[in-house]
């Protein structure tokens, strides 16, 4: 559990009991376990969410017809950043964006 040893986090318990005292160490413990639990739940939520849109994206990759497997229209900078100090993951998803409004204004003309 976190490279911690048995003799460690009985060191951890008796520090913490020393300074907590034993009223409030098992109101600090049952606080920590809710963040836990929360922290967990959420992390595990945020997780299928992504999945899900993982398979959304499938799903619609799939029953796209295979002629939208087009090249993208040259009038998008492929590679010349807008500005100058703008990072490469930046760079990336404004390319990203301008794929997607392309790719939407497409089958709507």
Excluded: H, N
Excluded at 23 to 52: H, N, Y
Excluded at 53 to 82: G, I, M, R, Y
Excluded at 84 to 106: I, Q, T
């Amino acid at each position: 559990m976190f490279g911690i040893g048995p003799e460690e986090l009985i060191l951890v318990l008796i520090v913490a009991l020393l300074v907590l005292g034993p009223e409030r160490l098992p109101r600090v413990a049952r606080d920590l376990g809710r963040v836990v639990g929360d922290l967990r739940r959420t992390s595990d939520e945020f997780r299928e969410e992504f999945l899900q849109a993982d398979k959304f994206l499938e799903k619609q990759a799939s029953s796209a017809p295979a002629a939208v497997a087009e090249p993208a229209p040259a009038a998008l900078p492929a590679t010349t950043p807008s500005d100058p100090s703008e990072l490469a993951f930046d760079r990336e998803m404004r390319e990203a964006r301008e794929r997607l409004a392309a790719a939407r204004e497409k089958p709507a003309t």
